[in-house]
């Protein structure tokens, strides 16, 4: 059976504190009550040991006034005549006797209940001094022990019932906005288990256990969507990498054959003045190395790393480029700040990640433009800075220009970032790129020796 927070909550907090509070408010009232009998009984023994030692006569009209003072009722009875001498009570002789006799040997004995014409009344007796017959009878009747007794209690009662008036709608509405909450975070919840990850509710103005838990269940859910876009992203890079792999290994077929028929030309034209077959060789070789790009997608069989100088693969990489930026008239400077470093890693690998991001660059100068690459050792790694001074990539596309087929080229194909981020990855590197002094710059950083993961180059 379902059986809600809120009820668990609110039916036990309730009927603790209504026990709580009604026992407090019947301990008061029975305790005040006592308090308000004692005080009766010592105001009884008061007016006896007042009027006892008293030398005034007591007359009708001072039992009178003591009647009005007190609300008690007073009664003078002669034992030697068996009679009453003052009152004010119209007693009978036999009832007064009757009452009298009761105290005649101990007079200061406890008070005594007795009930006189249909009421009961509490006696206490005392003896008159000078007058050894006379016996003083002070009488308070029930009505006046109940009214005192009522009078007593009620306040007690009263804040005790005030406090559960109280106390009920404050319980109720601090439970309500507990189990709202809760109820708020289990839909939350629900909804994250249902694989609508990255929603956040709000954590709420207090900051209590409650609070804590949401910006815990918040944060598991941001992790959640990105662990899910990496696995999407990994599986998409790996479909990628398995067609890609297809393609170039077709390509890579094909430019073999172009390239041997280029060496069968030259054989027998042998003419040196021709610098067409130079241009076709060096676009070749450029089409290859994006070939092997491509190919380092891939999951072919891993080949051990080895020492690579990057120095002599940034050069071999302007090389390639020159005729391109010829054509284009686009300006290339390379530049070694200090000497570089020799890393573990793969050539093959590094030299089409950094072919990649300086084909980029060319292509984002644009004609009467400027590339500028720049390597350095820094902090234990090798650090090569490819800038170009183009209006950089669009904003739409500035989050995700490393995933694949992410391009902003009509006719490119999005894989070139892709290629170099999968390979400073697999070096423990980093590749990231910024906007700096109207300046797109790409960072590639690589450890000088790292522990490389196999498998991501054919």
């Not at 309500?176 to 919840?189: D, G, K, P, Q, T």
């Not at 190919?295 to 072919?300: A, D, F, T």
């Not at 697999?426 to 990231?432: C, E, I, K, N, P």
Request: contains cysteine; hydrophobic residues 45%.
């Amino acid at each position: 059976m379902k059986l809600p927070i809120r009820d668990q909550i609110l039916w036990p907090l309730m009927g603790m504190l209504l026990i709580a509070v009604a026992a407090n408010a019947a301990f008061s009232a029975w305790w005040m009550s006592n308090l308000n009998l004692h005080a009766l009984d010592a105001r009884q023994r008061q007016i006896i040991g007042v009027l006892e030692e008293s030398s005034f006569p007591l007359s009708t009209n001072v039992m009178e006034k003591l009647q009005r003072l007190t609300g008690d009722e007073f009664a003078v009875w002669d034992s030697a005549n068996r009679r009453i001498v003052v009152g004010t009570l119209p007693l009978k002789e036999i009832s007064a006797s009757a009452i009298a006799e009761d105290f005649e040997s101990t007079p200061h004995a406890e008070p005594r209940r007795r009930t006189i014409q249909g009421t009961t009344y509490l006696i206490r007796a005392g003896r008159i001094r000078g007058m050894p017959s006379f016996i003083l009878l002070v009488m308070t009747s029930d009505d006046t022990l109940r009214k005192s007794s009522r009078e007593a209690i009620w306040p007690p009662l009263a804040v005790g019932a005030a406090t559960i008036a109280l106390a009920i709608p404050l319980t109720l509405l601090l439970v309500s906005s507990w189990a709202r909450r809760i109820h708020s975070l289990e839909h939350h919840v629900e909804t994250i288990a249902a694989g609508q990850f990255g929603l956040e509710l709000p954590a709420g103005r207090i900051d209590d256990e409650l609070t804590r838990l949401v910006e815990s269940i918040n944060s598991m859910s941001r992790q959640l969507l990105a662990m899910r876009e990496q696995l999407i992203q990994g599986e998409r890079t790996r479909l990628v990498a398995q067609l890609t792999a297809g393609f170039a290994h077709q390509l890579r077929n094909g430019l073999a054959g172009a390239k041997l028929a280029i060496q069968l030309h030259e054989s027998r034209c042998n003419s040196s003045s021709d610098t067409s077959l130079c241009v076709a060789r060096n676009q070749l070789a450029l089409v290859e190395e994006e070939v092997q790009g491509l190919l380092s997608l891939g999951k072919g069989d891993a080949r051990p790393p080895a020492e690579a100088d990057l120095s002599q693969i940034v050069k071999t990489v302007a090389n390639l480029v020159s005729l391109s930026c010829d054509h284009r008239g686009v300006q290339l400077s390379v530049q070694t700040a200090g000497p570089i470093s020799p890393m573990i890693g793969f050539g093959d690998g590094l030299r089409a990640a950094i072919l990649n991001l300086t084909l980029n660059a060319i292509d984002a100068a644009g004609p009467g433009g400027h590339v500028w690459l720049t390597l350095k050792s820094v902090d234990g790694q090798n650090m090569l800075i490819v800038e170009d001074d183009g209006p950089g990539p669009p904003k739409e596309l500035a989050a995700s220009l490393f995933e694949s087929f992410v391009t902003s080229k009509p006719e490119g194909i999005g894989l070139g970032l892709t290629v170099a981020a999968t390979v400073a990855r697999a070096h423990q590197g980093s590749l990231t790129w910024s906007r700096v002094h109207e300046r797109t710059r790409f960072e590639l950083k690589l450890p000088l020796s790292a522990v490389m993961e196999k498998g991501e180059f054919a």
